[in-house]
């Protein structure tokens, strides 16, 4: 129980991936989800705000960003509400290490061969502007040598 209070929730969702280790009963969480009525990504996730899928499967889903910084600008964001990565723990870990399996696969049917940078900005010197965990895949032309 002390394990599944730790994890992170997210509306229509009762129990989910035990072979992730991320199963866990909604009503326990409930005092979580409803702060995540705010929440930017939630509402994408949701389709309560339109977005552009590239992908989505129950964990994770992907879109392009509305602001491109790069020809291909896509986001990965978890379905969990996992406010940025100072957030990650042993327990929901396994959710970040699964949508960094996803990422290859969609850089491969995007076309990025020639190489792509994935980003997370964390807190106010991250520049982090959305207050849930995503993670930035920028391809599709030469990236500039300097990160900040
Ligand atoms: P960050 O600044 O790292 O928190 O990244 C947030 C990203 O979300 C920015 O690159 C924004 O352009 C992007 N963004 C904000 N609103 C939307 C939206 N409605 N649809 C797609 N991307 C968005």
Redesign the pocket.
């Known amino acids: 129980q002390e394990i599944l209070r730790n994890i992170p929730c997210w509306p229509g969702k009762e129990q989910l991936a035990p072979d992730l280790g991320l199963c866990y009963n909604m009503r326990t969480m409930k005092k979580e989800c409803m702060n995540m009525s705010d929440c ?1 990504f939630c509402k ?1 996730i949701s389709g309560d ?1 339109p ?1 552009t899928k590239v992908y989505e499967d129950e964990l994770v889903y992907a ?5 491109p ?1 790069a020809s291909t600008h896509v ?1 990965f964001v978890p379905k969990a509400h996992i406010p940025d990565a100072q957030a990650i723990t042993a327990e929901n870990a396994r959710l970040v290490a699964h949508i960094f399996t996803v990422i290859p696969q969609v850089a491969r049917q995007l076309g990025l061969e020639e190489g792509y940078r994935v980003v997370t ?1 964390c807190g106010k010197h991250g ?4 207050q849930h965990l ?1 993670f ?1 895949l920028l391809g599709g032309n030469q990236l500039s040598e300097t990160m900040a």
Request: hydrophobic share 40%; proline share 0%; with cysteine.
């Open positions: 930017l994408i705000i977005s879109f392009r960003d509305i602001h910084q986001l900005n520049c982090q502007s959305v995503h930035h």
